[in-house]
């Protein structure tokens, strides 16, 4: 199947600073990735959609200012989690999709916020 | 009432059962249909995608009754390997997916 890297694994930061995760495809152009973000026991929640270009689209209740996605290429989409607080701390997964077939997550990062 | 909603589980069933999964979905325009696995702190596996004619791979079957809004999951000759998270998920359209919390299932020897 097709191979969605993320960087980084795991992070662990201070309240008060920001974090960026990066999305690639790796075998594939992606227009569109999408960001999730899961916690204990609970499913994924679609928090945004990137679009290569142009700004990404938010899901309700997502504070776009807090979490901040930049797609700047084909292959590269960026969350950045801006002044994080203990409460962000949570399963990060972004997915993309090759045309016409089904979601391809990367392997997450988990994010601590002390 | 949720969008997608599944029977949390768990299941625990002995090695060799047959185990089966249920999903519905409450958005009679939704378009496409997935089962996917996860496995404790890992990411979600696209297991399978599901059609109304059925489709089945291995031990594993998927059914679609769009009428029901309903999808299934059968998993036979279950493995110790098969234990993990099965996650329904329904697609408005290609943008937009919308997940099941999960099934739980363990295999034990």
């Known amino acids: 199947g097709a191979v969605v890297s993320q960087h980084p694994s795991r992070v662990i930061c201070k309240s008060g600073t920001s974090v960026k995760i990066e999305c690639r495809s790796l075998?594939?152009?992606?227009?569109?990735m999408f960001w999730y973000r899961q916690f204990p026991k609970k499913s994924l929640m679609l928090m945004a959609t990137s679009n290569e270009g142009s700004k990404a689209t938010y899901e309700q209740g997502v504070e776009k200012d807090k979490f901040l996605i930049n797609h700047a290429s084909l292959t590269l989409s960026t969350l950045t989690v801006t002044s994080a607080h203990p409460e962000d701390s949570s399963f990060y997964i972004c997915s993309a999709r090759p045309t016409g077939a089904a979601q391809y997550f990367g392997p997450g990062t988990r994010l601590t916020v002390t | 009432r949720k969008e997608v909603e599944q029977d949390p589980g768990p299941f625990n069933v002995p090695e060799g059962a047959t185990v089966a999964f249920n999903c519905t979905y409450s958005n009679s325009a939704s378009q496409s249909f997935f089962w996917y696995r996860q496995d404790c702190r890992k990411e979600p596996k696209l297991l399978m995608s599901?059609?109304?004619s059925g489709n089945e791979d291995g031990r594993f079957t998927a059914q679609l009754n769009r009428a029901s809004q309903y999808i299934s999951l059968l998993i036979r000759d279950s493995k110790l390997s098969d234990s993990a998270t099965y996650l329904c998920v329904v697609e408005l359209n290609a943008g937009k997916s919308t997940f099941g919390d999960g099934t739980t299932l363990t295999v034990k020897p």
């Open positions: 075998d594939f152009q992606a227009t569109t």
């Open positions: 599901v059609y109304s």
